[in-house]
């Protein structure tokens, strides 16, 4: 019989699922050793935990592998944990960016993960070949092996309180690894709420100290040859269900000249498939006007240009620079122009020499650069990586607390028992320039812009700001510190916000661990009443409660527009008409609970004094007191497209199967391809 070889990039499922692409990194060990050693052995691949345990509960691998992030690495080590307690010979393989990079961090690691036998580096094709190839020299007895002291490629292990491990070398041309897509590894997951990933390079050329790809190791791009690149959309485009987004894994996409040809095949694809609607890519922070080229191109992608931080001594103790405002406005503005896409920023509260005055400039030259989706994030500390280490730790007095990893926690039944598991995550909630209550700040201005600026949400009321030289941010700002215009609700959605920002936090990874898996204490997590992404969860609250939220930043408009001595009956009159219009284009239940009155289904009809057709075709951009009313009113119906309703159907069913719903929904899809379409009614 054939030994048995497993490979598994798991995702946890109880809570929806936590990490919903399809197992990429994971696919190209399966593809590259399928391709070596040809059907010498029987390899599989998973995803889905109840999947691997079905296959387990009737036998045991020889291999049994795992992918290492921060989102699984708890779930694959207490299902290799269980296998060798149930057979001692089962040889555990672990590999994956979530390990340290100091000698002493690795055996302390290890050592604290006593059932993982070898841990692979870096790129984990070579390393994981190499390790079978020694293992069948050795008849399969891992113990053996280490006990000679077997050097092998990209791979350590701990034998005798010492560290082994081989040379770490990366792939000097990526295109011996076979692909997943085109030799069927990957069929399986065209059938599972999973959305499909494509790899194009490897490698990063930036250092930034808080990303597992800054090291120098990694910074040489590799590419895949285009015909291969080509052929792989095509194979998904074709066997696509009921999926409508594509994500590109690359790090840095757009900043080459042979992203252009691939651009070109996704909208070839577009064309011709219908698919995919939306792309998320990550664009690289040099290279703008051939960003701008590949957004002319295809449609659907939320281009961007990632700041992290606008603030010089932040980006400098992380060793990053950003690209030049006046590039960076260049490539806003014409994001914005392109109906089917959208912009984004990244900003990230709590990096060294970070403080509250900063995070705010930051946010402020995203919402005034126009950006319409800001992206904002709380500092990690990434295992492996220098911000993490012990010498940035000092020197920012990074002050850290241990929590859950929102979505990546559950009872999972492994051999005929049931057995919690969580995953446990290290946050920056402080540091020598920035305090606890500064912090708690930032993160309920980020709630703030997060329910009223991005993705569009209220676009028609920023337009007109700008067009008369009001800035957004000085709106958001007055929202935050007027809670007295908050209605019952939204201010028991913000205390709940707060709340869950300052509990739910431990001291150390053990303590985080010792309370989350208690009796009965995991399933609060499970069912959602702990451990949420509070800033998802709650912006997905704030949007259920659309009336409350359109009243609050109307009002607040109003109030700014006072402020600035521009008020006019005529504004007054516009605004009137401005906000009917927009909770009947807006108002509309994504959660599955909706009225008859804001379903997909439903048409509204609606009279307006202003000519709201051509005020959309300008983008709302324009200043009140240049237009005049109607001398008729205008009759306009409010409804879904077919294919509106297919689009929300697909992201409905695809966010519902994910940990964070209708939060991470509201970020991820283009609420411009949601919201209804209008027309007069004739």
Same mark, same amino acid.
């Given at each position: 019989?054939?030994?048995?070889?497993?490979?598994?990039?798991?995702?946890?499922?109880?809570?929806?699922?936590? #990490?919903?692409?399809?197992?990429?990194?994971?696919?190209?060990?399966?593809?590259?050793?399928?391709?070596?050693?040809?059907?010498?052995?029987?390899?599989?691949?998973? +995803?889905?935990?109840?999947?691997?345990?079905?296959?387990?509960?009737?036998?045991?691998?020889?291999?049994?592998?795992?992918?290492?992030?921060?989102?699984?690495?708890?779930?694959?080590?207490?299902?290799?944990?269980?296998?060798?307690?149930?057979?001692?010979?089962?040889?555990?393989?672990?590999?994956?960016?979530?390990?340290?990079?100091?000698?002493?961090?690795?055996?302390?690691?290890?050592?604290?993960?006593?059932?993982?036998?070898?841990?692979?580096?870096?790129?984990?094709?070579?390393?994981?070949?190499?390790?079978?190839?020694?293992?069948?020299?050795?008849?399969?007895?891992?113990?053996?092996?280490?006990?000679?002291?077997?050097?092998?490629?990209?791979?350590?292990?701990?034998?005798?309180?010492?560290?082994?491990?081989?040379?770490?070398?990366?792939?000097?041309?990526? @295109?011996?690894?076979?692909?997943?897509?085109?030799?069927?590894?990957?069929?399986?997951?065209?059938?599972?709420?999973?959305?499909?990933?494509?790899?194009?390079?490897?490698?990063?050329?930036?250092?930034?100290?808080?990303?597992?790809?800054?090291?120098?190791?990694?910074?040489?791009?590799?590419?895949?040859?285009?015909?291969?690149?080509?052929?792989?959309?095509?194979?998904?485009?074709?066997?696509?269900?009921?999926?409508?987004?594509?994500?590109?894994?690359?790090?840095?996409?757009?900043? %080459?000249?042979?992203?252009?040809?691939?651009?070109?095949?996704?909208?070839?694809?577009?064309?011709?498939?219908?698919?995919? /609607?939306?792309?998320?890519?990550?664009?690289?922070?040099?290279?703008?006007?051939?960003?701008?080229?590949?957004?002319?191109?295809?449609?659907?992608?939320?281009?961007?240009?990632?700041?992290?931080?606008?603030?010089?001594?932040?980006?400098?103790?992380?060793?990053?620079?950003?690209?030049?405002?006046?590039? %960076?406005?260049?490539?806003?503005?014409?994001?914005?122009?392109?109906?089917?896409?959208?912009? %984004?920023?990244?900003?990230?509260?709590?990096?060294?020499?970070?403080?509250?005055? +900063?995070?705010?400039?930051?946010?402020?030259?995203?919402?005034?650069?126009?950006?319409?989706?800001?992206?904002?994030?709380? #500092?990690?500390?990434?295992?492996?990586?220098?911000?993490?280490?012990?010498?940035?730790?000092?020197?920012?007095?990074?002050?850290?607390?241990?929590?859950?990893?929102?979505?990546?926690?559950?009872? %999972?039944?492994?051999?005929?028992?049931?057995?919690?598991?969580?995953?446990?995550?290290?946050?920056?909630?402080?540091? @020598?320039?920035?305090?606890?209550?500064?912090?708690?700040?930032?993160?309920?201005?980020?709630?703030?812009?997060?329910?009223?600026?991005?993705?569009?949400?209220?676009?028609?009321?920023?337009?007109?700001?700008? #067009?008369?030289?009001?800035?957004?941010?000085?709106?958001?700002?007055?929202?935050?510190?007027?809670?007295?215009?908050?209605?019952?609700?939204?201010?028991?959605?913000?205390?709940?916000?707060?709340?869950?920002?300052?509990?739910?936090?431990?001291?150390?990874?053990? +303590?985080?661990?010792?309370?989350?898996?208690?009796?009965?204490?995991?399933?609060?997590?499970?069912?959602?009443?702990?451990?949420?992404?509070?800033?998802?969860?709650?912006?997905?609250?704030?949007?259920?409660?659309?009336?409350?939220?359109?009243?609050?930043?109307?009002?607040?408009?109003?109030?700014? /527009?006072?402020?600035?001595?521009?008020?006019?009956?005529?504004?007054?009159?516009?605004?009137?008409?401005?906000?009917?219009?927009?909770?009947?284009?807006?108002?509309?239940?994504?959660?599955?609970?909706? +009225?008859?009155?804001?379903?997909?289904?439903?048409?509204?009809?609606?009279?307006?004094?202003?000519? =709201?057709?051509?005020?959309?075709?300008?983008?709302?951009?324009?200043?009140?007191?240049?237009?005049?009313?109607?001398?008729?009113?205008?009759?306009?119906?409010?409804?879904?497209?077919?294919?509106?309703?297919?689009?929300?159907?697909?992201?409905?069913?695809?966010?519902?199967?994910?940990?964070?719903?209708?939060?991470?929904?509201?970020?991820?899809?283009?609420?411009?391809?949601?919201?209804?379409? =209008?027309?007069?009614?004739?």
């Amino acid at each position: 019989m054939k030994k048995a070889i497993w490979i598994s990039d798991l995702t946890h499922t109880a809570q929806g699922i936590g #990490a919903n692409g399809f197992p990429l990194g994971a696919s190209y060990i399966y593809a590259y050793a399928k391709k070596i050693f040809g059907n010498e052995f029987d390899f599989k691949l998973f +995803k889905f935990p109840a999947h691997l345990e079905e296959d387990l509960r009737n036998t045991s691998p020889t291999i049994f592998s795992f992918s290492n992030y921060s989102w699984n690495l708890e779930l694959g080590y207490k299902f290799a944990s269980l296998a060798k307690q149930r057979d001692p010979n089962v040889i555990t393989v672990f590999g994956g960016p979530n390990f340290p990079t100091d000698k002493n961090e690795k055996i302390e690691f290890l050592k604290k993960k006593p059932n993982i036998d070898f841990y692979i580096e870096l790129e984990g094709e070579l390393g994981f070949v190499d390790l079978l190839e020694k293992l069948s020299e050795n008849n399969f007895n891992a113990e053996q092996l280490k006990k000679h002291g077997k050097k092998i490629v990209n791979t350590c292990y701990v034998y005798d309180n010492q560290l082994i491990g081989g040379k770490v070398e990366r792939i000097k041309d990526i @295109n011996i690894i076979p692909s997943p897509y085109l030799t069927g590894a990957l069929d399986r997951n065209f059938q599972l709420p999973l959305i499909p990933m494509i790899e194009t390079t490897r490698g990063c050329p930036f250092t930034c100290t808080f990303c597992a790809d800054g090291l120098g190791i990694k910074s040489k791009i590799n590419r895949y040859e285009f015909n291969r690149t080509r052929d792989e959309l095509q194979y998904i485009a074709k066997k696509i269900n009921k999926i409508d987004e594509l994500i590109v894994t690359d790090l840095n996409f757009g900043m %080459y000249k042979q992203d252009l040809e691939t651009a070109k095949e996704i909208a070839k694809i577009q064309k011709d498939y219908k698919y995919p /609607i939306s792309v998320d890519a990550p664009a690289g922070k040099n290279m703008p006007k051939r960003i701008i080229n590949i957004a002319s191109i295809m449609k659907g992608w939320s281009m961007g240009g990632v700041i992290q931080s606008s603030d010089p001594s932040v980006l400098k103790a992380i060793r990053r620079s950003n690209i030049s405002v006046s590039a %960076y406005k260049e490539l806003i503005d014409y994001g914005n122009t392109q109906k089917s896409n959208r912009t %984004y920023t990244e900003i990230i509260l709590g990096l060294p020499n970070d403080t509250k005055e +900063k995070h705010f400039k930051s946010l402020r030259l995203g919402v005034e650069k126009n950006v319409n989706n800001l992206r904002m994030h709380q #500092a990690m500390l990434l295992t492996g990586t220098e911000m993490a280490s012990k010498e940035d730790r000092e020197k920012y007095g990074l002050m850290t607390k241990f929590r859950t990893l929102p979505g990546n926690v559950g009872n %999972y039944n492994i051999l005929d028992k049931e057995h919690p598991v969580a995953e446990v995550e290290e946050i920056v909630v402080g540091s @020598n320039t920035l305090s606890m209550d500064d912090y708690i700040e930032c993160r309920i201005m980020n709630l703030i812009i997060k329910t009223f600026y991005n993705n569009n949400i209220f676009n028609e009321i920023h337009s007109m700001q700008r #067009a008369m030289g009001i800035s957004s941010f000085d709106c958001l700002l007055y929202i935050k510190e007027h809670e007295e215009l908050y209605t019952d609700k939204i201010k028991e959605i913000i205390k709940s916000f707060v709340t869950e920002t300052k509990e739910d936090l431990f001291d150390s990874r053990e +303590k985080a661990n010792e309370y989350v898996l208690g009796p009965g204490v995991i399933n609060k997590y499970i069912n959602g009443e702990l451990g949420t992404n509070e800033l998802f969860l709650h912006s997905a609250l704030l949007f259920n409660e659309f009336q409350d939220i359109t009243d609050l930043i109307f009002s607040s408009v109003k109030e700014i /527009i006072k402020q600035k001595g521009l008020f006019t009956q005529t504004i007054d009159n516009y605004l009137s008409d401005l906000k009917r219009f927009t909770l009947m284009r807006k108002s509309i239940s994504l959660n599955g609970e909706s +009225k008859p009155s804001n379903n997909t289904n439903s048409i509204i009809h609606g009279e307006f004094k202003y000519d =709201f057709e051509s005020i959309h075709k300008s983008d709302y951009f324009l200043d009140p007191n240049s237009i005049s009313k109607l001398k008729t009113p205008i009759k306009l119906k409010f409804f879904h497209t077919d294919k509106q309703k297919k689009h929300i159907t697909n992201q409905q069913k695809l966010y519902s199967n994910h940990a964070l719903g209708l939060g991470r929904m509201l970020q991820q899809t283009n609420l411009n391809l949601i919201f209804r379409t =209008f027309e007069r009614n004739q």
